[in-house]
């Protein structure tokens, strides 16, 4: 099976030559690796105790901008540094560069505590708080994105203009067309899984340059490091290749959008507890409380399933994205979807979440809804049928990210949760992105009413 490296076995590989790089990383707010490239020799003498980052890393934008604004970060207090703590559990290949491994950190404060709202603490703490209640989450997240013909240098050039998806037609389940991408598929899939990554496979999806990549469920801080590399390599191998590949949720208003389904089940010594006693649904009751929880608090943690204006133009009706906050057996229409039902693989996929995810965010933002269903004994509705999109009693996933905003600044659960520190924290991450969409003219209003208006 795929593995991580030691640090004994990276040691060796150093003063042997054979690995020369390690990129030293940790996870932005945006799911991004941000970090730095330590000789090896380096790495293994002093550097994997700690490094330092600016802590603007995590108040920032996609576009390093340092909005105002934020409580633990400023120009005011002027841009210190965090600790960028190595977890040498994490080290592993990065095949697909030359004499390369990644070490994934944590980032501390110069007391050595964990920044609170640093991705990987936001999600630990959840999983600390599951495991008072004596479970373990697995989680996979599917990674849906799309491959292009140009370089991203070209496509920035030409204004993201006239796009070309790398393939001429809907490619779901192709094999014929997919053929035709294995020059990048190929590698990724195969560097991914020498990484030490449970990759599955891959697939067509279901729009022109659409592809899917599946890696094996696992514990939930597993699953969100194993989804931020493989997006990584993804960007990296798809560039190598002479082509690239974007995770923006809804790249066009006519083409079907990215997702980032999760799929979740809970464990107790290493039994699925989700599969056991099952009722006619194939259901624990434990299942159902978790998904009575995620139902009912999903307008309040949308936001980290959804974090960018664009991530709202996916929700559209008869696009197998969903709007409404009902479960289903099996049925795409619906936010949360049963799978797996009456066996040991007995899981809810939440399909709510596009491939603009911070998985960190939003594994952990789901994890404290499951736990509040679970600690409330919560009662879980019965499933909807046929088409939701329809279905006009069943709740509303919020409709826009000012909508979100306003849910997650209200929602006393999750500050319950996270704490008000943090959630604050992210409500000034999103109202800077509402900020600069509502400053910023587009070329759509334009075009609309250069002559006509
Ligand atoms: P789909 O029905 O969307 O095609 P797949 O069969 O490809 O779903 O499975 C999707 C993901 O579900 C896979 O990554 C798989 O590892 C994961 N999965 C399977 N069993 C469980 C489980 N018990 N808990 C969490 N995830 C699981």
């Given at each position: 099976?795929?593995?991580?490296?030691?640090?004994?076995?990276?040691?060796?590989?150093?003063i042997d030559g054979i690995i020369d790089t390690v990129l030293v990383?940790?996870?932005?707010?945006?799911?991004?690796?941000?970090?730095?490239?330590?000789?090896?020799?380096?790495?293994?003498?002093?550097?994997?105790?700690?490094?330092?980052?600016?802590?603007?890393?995590?108040?920032?934008?996609?576009?390093?901008?340092?909005?105002?604004?934020?409580?633990?970060?400023?120009?005011?207090?002027?841009?210190?540094?965090?600790?960028?703590?190595?977890?040498?559990?994490?080290?592993?290949?990065?095949?697909?560069?030359?004499?390369?491994?990644?070490?994934?950190?944590?980032?501390?404060?110069?007391?050595?505590?964990?920044?609170?709202?640093?991705?990987?603490?936001?999600?630990?703490?959840?999983?600390?708080?599951?495991?008072?209640?004596?479970?373990?989450?697995?989680?996979?997240?599917?990674?849906?994105?799309?491959?292009?013909?140009?370089?991203?240098?070209?496509?920035?050039?030409?204004?993201?203009?006239n796009l070309k998806p790398l393939s001429a037609y809907n490619e779901?389940?192709?094999?014929?067309?997919?053929?035709?991408?294995?020059?990048?598929?190929?590698?990724?899939?195969?560097?991914?899984?020498?990484?030490?990554?449970?990759?599955?496979?891959?697939?067509?999806?279901?729009?022109?340059?659409?592809?899917?990549?599946?890696?094996?469920?696992?514990?939930?801080?597993?699953?969100?490091?194993?989804?931020?590399?493989?997006?990584?390599?993804?960007?990296?191998?798809?560039?190598?290749?002479?082509?690239?590949?974007?995770?923006?949720?809804?790249?066009?208003?006519?083409?079907?959008?990215?997702?980032?389904?999760?799929?979740?089940?809970?464990?107790?010594?290493?039994?699925?507890?989700?599969?056991?006693?099952?009722?006619?649904?194939?259901?624990?009751?434990?299942?159902?409380?978790?998904?009575?929880?995620?139902?009912?608090?999903?307008?309040?943690?949308?936001?980290?399933?959804?974090?960018?204006?664009?991530?709202?133009?996916?929700?559209?009706?008869?696009?197998?994205?969903?709007?409404?906050?009902?479960?289903?057996?099996?049925?795409?229409?619906?936010?949360?979807?049963?799978?797996?039902?009456?066996?040991?693989?007995?899981?809810?996929?939440?399909?709510?979440?596009?491939?603009?995810?911070?998985?960190?965010?939003?594994?952990?933002?789901?994890?404290?809804?499951?736990?509040?269903?679970?600690?409330?004994?919560?009662?879980?509705?019965?499933?909807?049928?046929?088409?939701?999109?329809?279905?006009?009693?069943?709740?509303?996933?919020?409709?826009?990210?000012?909508?979100?905003?306003?849910?997650?600044?209200?929602?006393?659960?999750?500050?319950?949760?996270?704490?008000?520190?943090?959630?604050?924290?992210?409500?000034?991450?999103?109202?800077?992105?509402?900020?600069?969409?509502?400053?910023?003219?587009?070329?759509?209003?334009?075009?609309?009413?250069?002559?006509?208006?």
């Open positions: 099976m795929p593995r991580t490296l030691s640090f004994e076995e990276l040691k060796k590989h150093a990383c940790m996870v932005d707010m945006q799911g991004r690796l941000m970090g730095k490239r330590f000789h090896a020799v380096n790495f293994v003498e002093t550097s994997y105790r700690e490094t330092h980052c600016c802590n603007y890393l995590l108040a920032t934008d996609l576009t390093m901008a340092t909005p105002s604004g934020y409580a633990s970060t400023s120009w005011q207090s002027g841009y210190g540094d965090y600790v960028m703590k190595p977890d040498l559990g994490t080290i592993r290949l990065v095949p697909w560069l030359e004499g390369t491994v990644m070490v994934l950190c944590d980032v501390l404060d110069h007391h050595e505590n964990p920044v609170q709202h640093s991705p990987r603490a936001v999600l630990k703490k959840q999983i600390a708080r599951l495991a008072e209640l004596g479970f373990e989450a697995m989680m996979a997240t599917e990674l849906e994105f799309f491959l292009f013909a140009d370089t991203l240098d070209t496509i920035r050039e030409n204004g993201f203009h779901d389940y192709h094999i014929f067309q997919t053929t035709k991408e294995e020059n990048v598929m190929r590698p990724i899939r195969n560097h991914l899984f020498a990484a030490g990554l449970p990759v599955e496979g891959s697939k067509g999806e279901a729009e022109a340059g659409q592809e899917e990549l599946n890696i094996r469920y696992s514990p939930a801080l597993n699953c969100a490091d194993h989804h931020t590399i493989a997006k990584h390599a993804i960007k990296e191998i798809a560039w190598q290749q002479g082509h690239s590949a974007t995770f923006v949720a809804k790249w066009h208003h006519d083409k079907v959008g990215s997702s980032s389904h999760v799929h979740q089940s809970l464990w107790a010594d290493g039994k699925p507890m989700f599969a056991d006693s099952y009722d006619k649904l194939g259901m624990s009751d434990l299942m159902k409380s978790y998904m009575a929880g995620l139902i009912e608090y999903a307008p309040d943690y949308t936001y980290f399933l959804a974090p960018y204006i664009n991530s709202y133009k996916r929700f559209a009706k008869g696009t197998f994205a969903p709007t409404k906050t009902v479960w289903s057996v099996d049925n795409r229409t619906a936010g949360f979807r049963l799978c797996g039902a009456g066996t040991k693989g007995v899981r809810v996929e939440c399909r709510i979440g596009g491939s603009d995810i911070n998985p960190y965010l939003a594994q952990a933002a789901m994890l404290a809804a499951g736990i509040k269903g679970i600690e409330e004994k919560m009662k879980l509705s019965s499933p909807t049928k046929g088409d939701v999109y329809k279905d006009e009693k069943a709740g509303d996933i919020p409709q826009t990210l000012r909508d979100a905003i306003d849910k997650l600044r209200n929602s006393v659960f999750l500050r319950e949760a996270m704490g008000n520190d943090v959630i604050d924290h992210y409500i000034r991450c999103a109202e800077w992105e509402q900020e600069e969409f509502d400053r910023i003219v587009t070329d759509w209003e334009v075009a609309r009413g250069f002559e006509q208006a």
